[in-house]
């Protein structure tokens, strides 16, 4: 099973993709940290001055509209590009931004399942750097991250059992036709 986690900054994402890795052994890759692996750090070094990789993922949260444009160039010809390469490696897609990629992934079918993690306390990001219309996505999950880690693990593990269940009635119906 092949997930994408969206969301807006800093309403648990990678807490969410952690807890799925712990407790279902499910891979994940960040997107900031696969694009500043991909070409990134390479393209921003110098500019700013990082002594080395992990100043400059650690600093993309000030450059957050430059990281977003860069990805978008990266994704230029194939807005799936970026995720077509962390996917190759990782069960879990965490981070996509940009409307145009998550609309050619769907397309491409990259992902089975998209989930949003979405804490109603914190603010939405601005639209330079977050474009996603959580709304027009087809099959999204929303998982509201509005109390404490154990009650996000619980909504997770709940909807992950919930979408094995859809994964298994799938294989069957490809299995033994349309008749299931």
Known sequence: ?????????R????????ILKRERGLQFQDSSKAAA????????????????????YKDRVNHR?????NICLFNKEDPARLAKEIMKDADIYCGMRSN???????????????INI???????????SFDIDFNALPQRYT?????????????????????????LQKNL????????
């Open 143 to 167: 998982i509201y991250n509005d109390s404490d880690l154990d009650t996000l693990k619980t909504r997770l593990m709940e909807l992950y059992m919930k979408l094995n269940i859809i994964e």
């Open 1 to 9: 099973m092949k997930l994408l986690i969206i969301g807006h900054a």
């Open 100 to 114: 145009v990629e998550i609309q050619k992934c769907i397309e491409d079918k990259v992902f089975d399942h998209i």
């Open 118 to 128: 979405y804490n109603p306390h914190l603010p939405k990001e601005e639209s330079e």
């Open 37 to 56: 692996e991909i070409f990134l750090y390479d393209l921003l070094k110098d500019k700013y001055g990082y002594k080395d990789f992990e100043e400059c």
């Open 11 to 18: 309403h648990g994402k990678t807490e969410a993709a952690k």
């Open 173 to 180: 119906k490809e299995r033994i036709g349309e008749d299931f």
């Open 65 to 69: 509209q430059e990281w977003f444009e």
